[in-house]
């Protein structure tokens, strides 16, 4: 199994930063790719950023040239820096990551517990 633990979370002030970060463990055969969604009560979860094994980004058109995605392969770890933040950036964030458990066996995408971003002065 795969264990997906994030960091980084809390209360900022509009226009600050914050860097989430998100570590795999476990027993799998590679990680292809990571990403970040977030969600707020009623609403769907959706997508902010996602990362390529080979390291190639995308970006939800709300956090374009404010949010950056990067990843540390060597350490299993995804990160979201997050510039400029804004109120409507609020929510509960949650990383996610696909992997194959074993050379021959099919994709899995795991899930994160999820880490609070509250953006307010």
């Known amino acids: 199994q795969v264990q997906l633990v994030e960091s980084g979370g809390g209360l900022v002030q509009p226009g600050g930063s914050l860097r989430l970060s998100c570590a795999a463990s476990?027993?799998?055969?590679?990680?292809?790719?990571m990403g970040w969604h977030r969600q707020v009560p009623g609403k769907q979860r959706e997508l902010v950023a996602g990362?390529?094994?080979?390291?190639?980004?995308n970006y939800a058109d709300s956090v374009k040239g404010r949010f950056t995605i990067s990843r540390d392969n060597a350490k299993n770890t995804v990160y979201l820096q997050m510039g400029s933040l804004k109120p409507e950036d609020t929510a509960v964030y949650y990383c996610?990551?696909?992997?194959?458990?074993?050379?021959?066996?099919?994709?899995?995408?795991?899930w994160g517990q999820g880490t609070q971003v509250a953006v307010s002065s």
């Open positions: 996610h990551s696909r992997v194959k458990l074993e050379a021959a066996g099919d994709f899995y995408l795991y």
């Open positions: 990362v390529s094994s080979g390291g190639n980004p």
């Open positions: 476990g027993s799998f055969f590679s990680i292809y790719d």
